[in-house]
């Protein structure tokens, strides 16, 4: 056995992992498609995610087995299946979404080299309002941003005023607060954007905020508290230190190329890295960070190519039951393919959906892409176990901002679709 294991433990569950893939596979190659009356890629997509959650040293491994397994599976039961098309449509997504991990990283140092991080401390409180002030900035950022930079901004401002001590409880609130924050704006979320496009107004995906806020009071509350017993924050800067204008006007620069090319394009990675190219003439860039950051953006990307694969063609019937369950479901599933089905389906409530898929997935670190990206800052965060434990406020937040909605609202689904 390869060293890529560290413990006997580890290397039994790989070895288990293989022996349940490789049956699967053999039952396929004899006709076998739906053991116990469940297709095979939902067997091979739940081993890859039981993978990713054992293994969190190894979650690359994990997803990129769970990837080829799930081809192998294809090829073996649809002599017909079009890899090309299937890459073909797959692509745009992928490609956004690889640009935009690895441009947030960039920026994140940037954002760093500006020094503006370390002087946050002389402006914010020194007490436990301190971390809930970032997590509140954190929000509001998301609202007109992609979570994933707000995640990173916040991340890299966490790391510097809580002298690197960030508990795994407050990665999983920043995660939160990016999430909640895009979850009611169509600008702010890849998810509320497609229901923008479809015809949802904009209204309609805003009332999401009324979760999203009742959600923030939760996890925002107790993340803080979590923090400030972990480490409170910097009581002042460090002498000396002097704000860096360049960085900092390129990381404008960077924000409002995503936005720019997001609104023209549907492609904000483009304005991404055109700045970055660009600025790189003029502002000193750190590429090794995208060493980094490669590793967790394949992560994701291979979780996302799984999912695609995974034939879920129809949804339970529209109810808020329905829509609760997504959210929940989001959390290990991407959820852009289940904001898709409910577009076809119709007959939702939308803020429902925006809240609960755009939330959902801050359960878990892989949940969204903002988590993978701020446990590119943070390993110690890629431990489903440990981000269940610290972030335990997260699902109870997403209850509490569930029932904000049904007690506020009321379940009013959309009678054109």
Sequence with gaps: MPQAFSSRRDR??????IAA???????????????????????LFGLALSGVALLHHRSLEAALTGL???????????????LAGQALAQAPLLLNLFGLLLGFAVLARHFEASRLPDLLPAVLPDNWLGPL????????LSSFLDNIAAAMIGGAVAAHVFRGRVHIGYLAAIVAAANAGGAGSVVGDTTTTMMWIAGVHAVDVMHAYIGALAAFVVFGIAGALQQQ???????????????????????????????????????PAAGV??????????????????????????FLLALVACASLVPVRQLPPASWHTAFGLGVVSAVFDNIPLTKLTLEQGGYDWDFVAYAVGFGGSMIWFGSSAGVALCNLFPQGRSVGAWLRGGWHVALAYLAGFIALLALLGWQPSVGG
Excluded: C, Y
């Excluded at 049956?23 to 067997?43: D, S, T, Y």
């Excluded at 080829?68 to 079009?82: G, I």
């Design 133 to 140: 002030t970032l997590l509140a900035l954190v929000f509001v």
């Design 273 to 298: 890295w055109l700045v970055i190219v660009v600025g790189a003439a003029l502002v000193p860039t750190d590429w090794r960070v995208l060493r980094t950051a490669l590793r967790g953006s394949v």
């Design 12 to 17: 039994w569950i790989a070895a288990a992992g």
């Design 68 to 82: 080829f397994a799930l081809l192998a599976f294809k090829f073996l039961t649809e002599p017909r299946f079009d």
């Design 229 to 267: 017993r972990h480490q409170p924050i910097a009581a002042r800067p460090p002498p000396g230190i002097r704000l860096s204008p360049a960085p900092l006007l390129l990381v404008v620069a960077i924000l409002g190329g995503a936005i720019a090319t997001n609104v023209l394009l549907d492609f």
């Design 21 to 43: 893939i490789s049956a699967l596979l053999a039952l396929a190659a004899a006709g076998v498609v739906a053991p116990l009356g469940l297709r095979g890629e939902f067997w």
